[in-house]
């Protein structure tokens, strides 16, 4: 497609090095996006796209936060850095490096981070004042602020929601608010990492819907993604990175599968899904799309172990119900920051969240639940080793009630993938995080060796001693499965862990899956990835309105 | 007509500054029970007592011993242990002191559990203070259950990897101890990210700022504001001269 005008954004990158000592991180790109387009920039997790985002961005400002080589141009002002070294360019005398003004820059280029709680302020109360932060800040007068809240509420369906309380909002309305934050002062251009991760299927079709609306009024969308879904398919253009640098660029239709252009760490989902998932070493061939034949799919799994259901199950919910009372524990909030006043009233009684669950799960058995955003999925999990006590009902592992033991004792029988690494990781190294609590379970002797085949089994061996913050999203949600491998519990629980994962990632996970279900573990997965879901379990239940079905 | 937060915040500071000037037992048993009926009224009595009681019952112990055992003025000795004389004069400065602060105290609290604080923030805002000091003043309100919720997840991740914690405080502090760490590097990571959003939308920006949040005020409370600050200066002010008189 013939771009309409000239870039507002360009970047010429030669390298972008941080201050850490390391070596550069980008290298030898080149990026234009123009007025009415979209534009992909794909990478596996570690390919550098999000430094690349956080650059365009001016969250990330070249001097304070890292050494660029080359040239940032928005609106036809170009700002060179590292002019007088290396590369250049004609006018080699020394100068004075550019700096950028992340307020001005913020008016005309939005961002929208993969965690899109990190953009909020925390410290306004209701949706409608987080949204007209910015204006706030720019000395907007108040008739127009409030035009352009409604007019962006408008946009993103937050309408309704304009009173709440931002920390109450669930994760994909917090996404969606993150992103008026970003559009409300009518951004040329609009970056957003990973806007898709954690989204229901309704959830992606509005942002999707939203993304072409943009598109079509004049914004330059630029979406980094590692997953390539049917919006991306029908961008204006592809930049395709992998180890900090271009791999290849051009249009869709000229990077297609066949042409073996883009790396296979990028997965391709939904309607995008024309070839095979990407397969690890250990597990059979499995195609990971919604429409293989259902012989593929059986052939894909094992076949689960027979035995009749409640007699010898690893795990077993009988009758559970649940509702958030005043005394329970709360889970994790979505919003990462509880922004609520001391003066705010208590939450209201809540409805029951889970309704009579029953579910068996045999040793050997991998169950997929699914379900839309907020039908209580991760609180499901959390039952199934005591973090959460069902207000009526039972859960049984190995045929004993866990009624009355501690969470940390269930522990050793349960291990539980959490929805957000970041809530699971907490040591100082690799190494550290996989053995915490190992020592008591395996002994000293054991929890070495434990510790270290179970990072080997994710591919983090060489990382051992880094520090897991350094990892990718992908590395770190492979060493929060490390950390549940390592104690070889009969029951595994794993809340969305395709979320965050590229495409080895997702490799990994499900030979790790498969093989602990092989020795006899009963996996619970709860995802709203159906292609995943149908290719990975025996078994799919749905949770829907605090009840299970079978599907 | 809504009370302005800051006519709030003038009543309850010059209430704090009359009493504590004026020194008087009545006034201050009085402002007592005005802060506590204001609070009662308010339905904020609940969370109010426990602050207060955190605050008061240490405050006003340290004041009798040190008041109530060494009052150099002392005459009336009620007991005695060694160099130490409970005085009666002594045990009445203390009291008198005590209420005092008690008056004080109660008041501030009863204004802090009532006043709204983004309604605060953005009268502060419009007042011409620096939007730095109204995020900080905003921050301190909203860091604790922020801390708070960040040690839960990290318990509850220790927990899923076999941390036992037993009921009991001193088991708690116990499990603390491997909560802290992590705690503190998940709070600077998450600063960090929140700190690049904030300058990209403007925060630092050093000209005017507009509130989108609009706090009804009125001549009438203006006015109250300004009488509320003078009677407290003069109070002082009167205060000064007595005592200068005096001495």
């Known amino acids: 497609m013939p771009l309409p005008t000239g870039p507002v954004l360009e970047a010429g990158i030669q390298s972008f090095t941080f201050h850490d000592g390391g070596g550069p991180v980008l290298e030898r790109i080149g990026f234009a996006a123009a007025p009415g387009t979209l534009t992909a920039v794909l990478g596996a997790s570690g390919s550098g796209k999000t430094t690349l985002g956080r650059l365009l961005a001016g969250w990330l400002t070249p001097g304070s936060g890292g050494t660029l080589h080359g040239y940032l141009e928005l609106g036809g002002t170009r700002l060179d850095f590292g002019s007088g070294r290396a590369g250049a360019g004609a006018n080699g005398q020394h100068r004075v490096e550019p700096r950028i003004d992340p307020a001005k820059w913020g008016r005309q280029v939005g961002f929208v981070p993969q965690d899109a709680a990190a953009a909020l302020s925390t410290v306004r109360a209701t949706v409608a004042e987080e949204l007209a932060f910015g204006l706030e800040n720019a000395g907007v007068p108040r008739p127009a602020m409030v035009a352009a809240v409604a007019r962006t509420a408008g946009l993103l369906g937050l309408t309704g929601l304009l009173d709440r309380n931002p920390a109450r909002l669930s994760g994909g309305q917090l996404r969606r608010l993150a992103i008026g934050c970003a559009v409300i002062s009518g951004p040329a251009v609009l970056v957003m990492d990973e806007p898709f991760a954690s989204l229901d299927a309704a959830g992606a079709h509005e942002l999707a819907a939203l993304v072409r609306h943009l598109v079509a009024s004049g914004t330059a969308v630029v979406i980094l993604s590692q997953v390539i879904d049917g919006l991306l398919l029908a961008a204006d253009q592809w930049l395709v990175l992998a180890a900090g640098t271009v791999a290849a660029a051009g249009d869709p239709a000229s990077l297609g599968p066949d042409t073996g252009l883009v790396p296979a760490g990028i997965r391709r989902v939904g309607g995008a899904a024309g070839g095979a998932l990407p397969t690890a070493r250990t597990a059979p061939a499995a195609t990971g799309n919604a429409e293989v034949p259902a012989a593929a799919r059986t052939a894909a799994v094992p076949a689960a172990p027979r035995e009749t259901a409640g007699a010898g199950a690893a795990l077993e919910l009988r009758d559970v119900s649940f509702s958030y009372g005043p005394d329970s524990r709360r889970p994790r909030n979505k919003g990462r920051w509880l922004a609520r006043s001391r003066n705010a009233a208590p939450p209201p009684r809540q409805p029951l969240v889970l309704a009579g669950i029953n579910l068996a799960v045999r040793p050997g058995e991998i169950v997929a639940v699914t379900g839309p955003n907020g039908a209580g999925k991760s609180t499901l999990l959390r039952h199934l080793n005591g973090l959460l006590r069902p207000t009526t009902g039972s859960v049984l592992v190995n045929s004993i009630d866990i009624a009355g033991r501690a969470a940390g004792k269930t522990a050793a029988a349960v291990g539980l993938l959490f929805q957000h690494p970041r809530d699971q990781l907490f040591e100082r190294t690799l190494l550290r995080e996989v053995r915490f609590g190992l020592d008591r379970l395996a002994g000293a002797a054991a929890a070495g060796e434990r510790a270290a085949a179970a990072l080997a089994a994710v591919g983090l061996q060489g990382a051992a001693h880094g520090h897991p913050a350094e990892l990718s999203a992908s590395g770190q949600r492979l060493l929060a499965l490390a950390t549940v491998l390592a104690r070889r519990p009969s029951v595994i629980a794993l809340d969305e862990p395709t979320v965050a994962l590229d495409g080895d990632g997702l490799a990994v996970l499900d030979a790790a899956v498969r093989s602990a279900a092989a020795e006899g573990a009963a996996v619970v997965l709860v995802t709203h990835d159906l292609d995943y879901a149908r290719m990975a379990a025996h078994r799919l239940v749905a949770l829907d309105g605090g009840r299970l079905t079978e599907c | ?247």
């Open chain 2, 1 to 247: 007509m809504r009370l302005h937060p800051l006519t709030g915040l003038a009543a309850a500071g010059s209430t704090a500054v009359i009493t504590t000037a004026a020194g008087s037992w009545p006034l201050s048993l009085a402002v007592v029970a005005g802060a506590l009926a204001v609070s009662a009224a308010g339905g904020t009595a609940r969370r109010l007592l426990p602050a207060a009681a955190a605050v008061l019952v240490p405050l006003t112990l340290s004041l009798l011993m040190v008041h109530g055992l060494a009052y150099p003025e002392g005459r009336t000795v009620l007991a005695e242990w060694g160099p130490a004389r409970v005085t009666a004069e002594g045990l009445g400065f203390a009291l008198q002191r005590g209420v005092q602060v008690c008056a004080a105290v109660l008041a501030l609290l009863a204004f802090s559990f009532s006043v709204s604080v983004p309604d605060l923030v953005a009268a502060m805002n419009a007042k011409g203070v620096s939007g730095r000091f109204a995020f900080v003043l905003a921050s301190t309100l909203t860091l604790l259950p922020a801390i708070a919720a960040q040690a839960e997840h990290i318990r509850t991740a220790q927990e899923a990897r076999g941390l036992v914690i037993r009921r009991g405080l001193v088991h708690r502090a116990a499990a603390f101890r491997l909560q802290a760490v992590p705690l503190v590097l998940a709070l600077v990571d998450d600063a960090g990210t929140r700190a690049a959003a904030l300058e990209a939308r403007g925060f630092s920006s050093s000209g005017p700022r507009t509130s989108y949040r609009t706090v009804p005020d009125s001549t009438a409370q203006r006015l109250l504001r300004a009488v509320l600050l003078l009677a407290a200066a003069a109070s002082v002010v009167l205060r000064l001269l007595t005592l200068a008189a005096g001495g």
